[in-house]
């Protein structure tokens, strides 16, 4: 196979959706009901009685489609008493038809994957991107548990032809037992906690399981958890308006909220005694469980990792190299290469094909490393707070010498607010993050301005244009807005203005500048996005010199009928030289993509972008 056509998409023979198919389609009739997970658990009965049929189904909103429902199925949870149920045709010639389509061939891939018995479980991680998590093979990395996972995204093109973008990832979650006391602190810290049941049985294995305990995905929020004590034995747990201590508890029989069997508790703890009870609030309602839970684990979040070499270890795992992705996007290519689809599709099997629109390229490209003055890291916050704007050589990047700072809030800021603010962007304190130690460079707060009805915007477009007119050629005016947690008409005339006047404003949600524990990650990232709307990069290429190479960023936000993207451009020595941000109707989305993308290589072959002249040639091959 020719490497430089080697991509992360694999395409199907012939034009499959050019002709509309029919699918079942169950509109619910009283839209308040049921909720989400209600619909979900209607989706898992089908799944879960009718394993063995040849049938999609998938739901978006509360419309549920499917390919094929029996009526044994239908029967037993009452379908066509909740929904309107009709047959509609869908083919790829309309934009809306081809969405649904896409969940179409995300749940096809699906049931093919669940045929092969390997505990795939996969989830629709918004809109038409899915995941694939395998529950075998674990592999423990410190306080981490990895295992084997992918995403895919279904592509439907106009003429009815579809491909699937495969983008093979590593999945993490925390290894942490609150039945040890020193993790038991970490719960301060975690934003989610993943309950799992401690009853070893068949429904841990099953893809197709209607039990929540069994997923070690389903996620409880901290509200959740009832109480945490260091001391269990002391600990009592009230089940039928009687409470009872951990020993009489471990006791008592229950009932598996699944199979109804009927066991003694303390047979399934297998260390010590548990010492937490998880809790579901359902309707304002508390609901139990039923028993305790042998083991609660944390979502993952690097913010629990303390130990700095056990996170170099885990960002050295997520990071695959292009060979191992490129092997392992092999070995699941090979497991979708035949679907087993009742439209008959079947992958080509001569050779992969290369399109204009991809994810990521798996190819044998350089190896290229992220570097700022000889320092690698994962993550630009981390390159920019080491270095500073400089580039590999050490030569100073900067364009301005002194930075001003105007705050504008929509909201009420309390004194701690306003101080950690202005220390964030004023201090030199050795150690302390903020703008003159991150940037190396003078800052200022100039002024700090509270906007609360249309009267006073008027008069501070007036300020902020002022500001603006006395700025020298080294200075550099930014804006600071604390939004409130809902937008409204006044942040948005506040924004179009910052635009429109090239005034480099940045956003921050007034309930993350009040969040204490992750503040520091939050301002992190706000200097982030300063530093790159001052026309900076924050990182640079490990390229030769020599040869000078385009990078061109991308970046695209889907709406309910609408895009937004945009177009970064500068070189590989990190400086900024252009770009350009649209927001569209999606039906014109590709045209305009391409179009922007045809005019960037019409200037680079003209060499204006590069600034090398005439006298160099410019390669043809654009990466």
């Not at 423990?140 to 093979?168: M, N, Q």
């Not at 035949?338 to 350089?366: A, C, S």
């Not at 203005?497 to 520091?520: A, M, T």
Request: with cysteine; charged share 30%.
């Amino acid at each position: 196979m020719n490497s430089n056509k080697s991509t992360n998409i694999i395409p199907y023979e012939g034009n499959s959706f050019n002709n509309p198919i029919e699918l079942n389609v169950y509109e619910i009739k009283d839209k308040e009901s049921l909720n989400y997970p209600e619909i979900g658990f209607i989706i898992k009965q089908f799944r879960k009685f009718d394993s063995n049929r040849k049938k999609i189904i998938f739901h978006r909103g509360k419309t549920i489609y499917s390919s094929d429902i029996i009526d044994d199925s239908s029967s037993k949870i009452k379908l066509n008493e909740v929904y309107n149920h009709s047959l509609k045709d869908f083919s790829s010639k309309s934009e809306e038809d081809r969405f649904i389509l896409k969940l179409y061939i995300g749940e096809l891939v699906a049931f093919n994957l669940r045929k092969f018995r390997e505990n795939w479980r996969i989830s629709n991680r918004g809109n038409t991107v899915f995941q694939a998590l395998r529950n075998e093979n674990w592999e423990l990395i410190g306080d981490a548990i990895s295992c084997e996972a992918f995403e895919y995204e279904p592509i439907i093109f106009e003429d009815g032809s579809f491909s699937l973008i495969i983008e093979p990832k590593h999945r993490l979650f925390m290894n942490y037992t609150l039945r040890i006391e020193d993790f038991q602190n970490k719960l301060a810290k975690a934003s989610h906690i993943i309950d799992y049941c401690p009853i070893e049985c068949i429904e841990k294995t099953d893809p197709y399981t209607l039990c929540k305990l069994s997923n070690p995905e389903y996620l409880c929020s901290k509200k959740d958890i009832k109480q945490v004590n260091k001391k269990p034995t002391n600990y009592l747990i009230t089940k039928d308006g009687k409470d009872y201590n951990i020993k009489e508890y471990s006791n008592l029989d229950i009932i598996c909220p699944r199979t109804d069997k009927r066991q003694r508790l303390g047979d399934f703890l297998k260390d010590i005694e548990p010492i937490i009870e998880v809790k579901r609030f359902l309707n304002d309602e508390i609901k139990s469980y039923g028993y305790p839970l042998e083991r609660l684990r944390f979502s993952f979040d690097f913010r629990l990792i303390e130990d700095v070499d056990q996170r170099r270890k885990l960002n050295s795992h997520l990071r695959l190299t292009p060979s191992k992705k490129w092997n392992r996007f092999l070995t699941i290519s090979d497991k979708l290469k035949n679907l087993i689809d009742p439209l008959g599709n079947k992958v080509r099997d001569d050779k992969f094909l290369e399109f204009k629109l991809r994810k990521t390229l798996f190819n044998q490209l350089e190896d290229t490393s992220f570097l700022l003055h000889k320092r690698k890291s994962s993550f630009p916050q981390s390159r920019l707070r080491y270095t500073g704007p400089y580039d590999r050589n050490g030569e100073n990047k900067r364009k301005f010498e002194r930075i001003k700072f105007i705050v504008i809030s929509f909201n009420d800021l309390n004194e701690n607010m306003k101080k950690n603010l202005k220390f964030r962007l004023t201090s030199t304190r050795t150690n302390y993050l903020s703008v003159p130690n991150l940037f190396h460079i003078e800052s200022e707060l100039i002024s700090s301005i509270k906007c609360d009805n249309k009267a006073k915007i008027t008069n501070i477009f007036k300020i902020i244009k002022e500001k603006k007119e006395e700025l020298t050629k080294t200075e550099a005016l930014c804006i600071i807005a604390i939004y409130p947690v809902k937008t409204s008409e006044l942040v948005d005339s506040f924004k179009e203005f910052c635009i429109i006047n090239d005034i480099p404003c940045q956003g921050l949600n007034i309930y993350r500048l009040s969040d204490k524990l992750h503040n520091h990650s939050t301002m992190i990232n706000v200097f982030l996005g300063l530093y790159v709307k001052l026309r900076g990069i924050p990182w640079i290429i490990n390229t030769n010199t020599i040869e000078e190479k385009l990078i061109i960023g991308f970046h695209k936000m889907f709406y309910e009928t609408d895009v937004g993207y945009c177009l970064s451009y500068y070189n590989s020595r990190g400086i900024y030289i252009n770009g350009k941000a649209k927001f569209i109707p999606k039906s014109d989305f590709i045209e305009e993509l391409q179009k922007d993308l045809n005019e960037i290589n019409e200037e680079i072959q003209n060499c204006i972008f590069l600034g090398l002249g005439n006298q160099n040639k410019v390669k043809d091959t654009i990466l």
